[in-house]
């Protein structure tokens, strides 16, 4: 997301709050959606995606697919009328095995659209391994199959997976139509509050946990004499206040009247 432009639109799935936060959307106005209160940009009636289309982020449907397929209507305006825009649809390695994705995927490809699409790939979907489910060891594979670009990035490279995201949306802004980026990732937690995620072995889980991206980068700004332990602290103990402060502010708001 921090590689569009301000013209640019947003089609995000339902893990992308980070995403929506950086096209504009505030902590507030997330968390009344998530919270389902009256006051919230989708009046409480969406939990997950906050829609602000003013800001360009066009918020998550009921099946993540479809939100793929909205973003290649927003493409195909954007390719009618001309104008240098680009549209950015993110969705996990489940989605991206549903005939919506495909289909999505496919009339960009042949219409020559200005989208990008990014697939966080977990490696787990709901609860079933990839190889439950794809004979291909990764989803960018299938790009070959709609004859546009495809590439395998390290998910839990900060810098790698922003680079491969600008040059993707360059692309599709100068004319050379989608690109398919697969961020290779881990999820951390189970699917959802009832998953134990057993399925995940504890050697997986550990050599994924040592991966994690904020320590990376972290590590990455240190080097360069950009962030040391002092400075860590304050920006953490500056965001938790923030977080917590409109956590409380949000929770005390009305919900929706019937």
Known sequence: ASALDAGDVLSPGHRDLLAVLVRGVTLEEALLDLLGKAAGPSGGRRAFGTPAPARGVLGVGGDTGDAVAVAVGAALAFHCRGEARVALACCGEGTAATGAWHEAV???????????????????????????VSRL?????RA????????VVDGNDVLEVYAAAREAMERARSGAGPSLIEAVTFRREGHHAGDPAAYVDADTRAAWLARDPLPRFEEFLGSRGLLDGARRDYLQDKVRARVTGALEWARQQPGPVA
């Open 137 to 141: 060891a990764y989803t960018a594979h």
């Open 106 to 132: 496919n009339v960009a490809a042949v219409l020559g659209l200005p989208v990008v699409f990014a697939v966080e790939n977990n490696q787990y979907a709901f609860s079933q391994p990839n190889e439950g």
């Open 144 to 151: 070959d199959g709609y004859g546009i670009p495809g590439v």
